[in-house]
């Protein structure tokens, strides 16, 4: 099978970044790479703890270097944060180096995916609907702008993505 050397995986939380880069990693037998891990393992914190102390443009900041690292792996799936694709030079990096797939769900989705986790700071809201609306008007753009191939996950399981995206490459 012919694949892309580098996978690089977009979309909002809940989309199922992980998961499915997770499995096209095993299946590739690639390298499989998540930006929001590699920020905590190279803080030895988690992420709501960084948007605490320093809000979320130094974040943002950390997010950027890593997403330049990472991404100049060969031979590597890497699932970004949701909130990658609003650097422009995170969206070049993307682009230039690998082949980028955006997993697209609803709104709905996003909301049962996330209800139960606790390490989303964006959602830390009364409501998360309307967070999560406002985020999808604004990133979704930049999701389509940056993809090469765009899959739907709503009431999907993590298998029949992978397996449509390997399809579809």
């Known amino acids: 099978m012919r694949h892309p050397q580098n996978l690089f995986l977009v979309g909002p939380m809940g989309a199922g970044k992980s998961a499915v880069g997770r499995q096209l990693a095993r299946l590739l037998h690639l390298e499989f790479l998540d930006s929001d891990e590699e920020i905590e393992s190279r803080t030895g914190v988690d992420i709501p703890f960084i948007f605490e102390k320093e809000g979320e443009a130094g974040f943002?900041?950390?997010?950027?270097?890593?997403?330049?690292?990472l991404s100049r792996k060969d031979g590597v799936?890497?699932?970004?944060?949701?909130?990658?694709?609003?650097?422009?030079?995170n969206r070049n990096h993307?682009?230039?180096?690998?082949?980028?797939?955006?997993?697209?769900?609803?709104?709905?989705?996003?909301?049962?995916r996330t209800r139960k986790g606790r390490d989303r700071p964006l959602l830390d809201s009364d409501d998360?609907?309307?967070v999560l609306e406002s985020l999808m008007a604004i990133r979704e753009?930049?999701?389509?702008?940056?993809?090469?191939l765009t899959v739907e996950?709503?009431?999907?399981?993590?298998?029949?993505?992978a397996n449509e995206i390997l399809d579809r490459l």
């Open 153 to 161: 996950t709503d009431g999907r399981k993590v298998r029949a993505v």
């Open 128 to 130: 998360p609907r309307v």
């Open 94 to 112: 993307l682009g230039a180096r690998g082949f980028v797939i955006y997993l697209h769900t609803s709104v709905d989705q996003q909301l049962s």
């Open 77 to 89: 799936v890497l699932a970004t944060g949701g909130g990658a694709v609003m650097d422009p030079q």
């Open 141 to 148: 753009p930049l999701y389509r702008e940056v993809a090469d």
């Open 60 to 69: 943002r900041k950390r997010e950027a270097r890593v997403i330049d690292d």
